[in-house]
């Protein structure tokens, strides 16, 4: 029997403040399998973002394991994390995280850029793929500023697929837009699920659990069996 994509083991998080310590995160455990749609739900100050971060290899925890894909990443330094970081996760964030002065062809290029084995032309067939997966080859030459709010999250979701990660993490991804746009967003992401992607959400919409093939919930740090939204 294959192991999951990720095993988070009694993953423990706290701040540090001069008024003392704050734990964020609880001692959690969780598996996730390859071809999960998994959504993260909790109210403000639960903790999800945290634990989203951390499964990005963003922020750091106090204590536990992070195993992903049978090898430990627990203890890599900030070199290893980033060059993990490239080969093997995307994000969707909720505001686009879009560059501005860049085309949305040198956006979705910039992951690509750290790759110094990959020349000009493949990164050119990557990106003309990842656009055209998302129906946006035509705008490659505008500027994020040109496009509507819709239009960005699928240039951000082209980014996030660029680099083929096992793992999309995305955090809010229909927050900042309208309810016809966000089911748009939703329908694609799912599209990339049903294609095997293994996606994690964090979301406050209940309405987006349609979409998912599982759904935990954060109630203070610690995961609860109960709907805690």
């Given at each position: 029997m294959s192991s999951p994509l990720i095993e988070l083991r009694n993953i423990k998080k706290k701040y540090t403040t001069k008024a003392g310590d704050f734990p964020v995160l609880k001692g959690l455990n969780l598996d996730i399998e390859e071809g999960e749609f998994i959504s993260i739900m909790g109210k403000s100050g639960s903790g999800k973002t945290t634990l989203l971060n951390i499964l990005g290899l963003l922020d750091k925890f106090n204590e536990g394991e992070y195993i992903f894909r049978g090898e430990d990443i627990t203890n890599f330094d900030e070199n290893k994390k980033s060059d993990f970081r490239n080969r093997n996760i995307g994000f969707i964030f909720q505001q686009f995280h879009l560059i501005e002065s860049l085309t949305i062809y040198q956006n979705i290029e910039i992951p690509l850029l750290y790759r110094s084995k990959e020349s000009k032309e493949e990164r050119k067939r990557k990106i003309k793929e990842k656009l055209s997966q998302v129906?946006?080859?035509?705008?490659?030459?505008?500027?994020?500023?040109e496009l509507s709010g819709g239009q960005q999250?699928?240039?951000?979701?082209?980014?996030?697929?660029?680099?083929?990660?096992?793992?999309?993490?995305?955090?809010?991804?229909?927050?900042?837009?309208d309810s016809e746009t966000s089911e748009d967003i939703m329908e694609l992401i799912k599209e990339l699920n049903d294609d095997g992607k293994t996606i994690i959400m964090v979301t406050h919409d209940k309405d987006l659990r349609r979409y998912t093939t599982r759904d935990v919930f954060l109630k203070d740090g610690e995961f609860s069996e109960e709907e805690t939204i």
């Open positions: 129906g946006l080859f035509e705008k490659r030459y505008s500027r994020p500023f999250q699928r240039i951000a979701i082209a980014r996030a697929l660029v680099t083929e990660p096992y793992l999309i993490l995305a955090d809010e991804p229909t927050g900042a837009l």
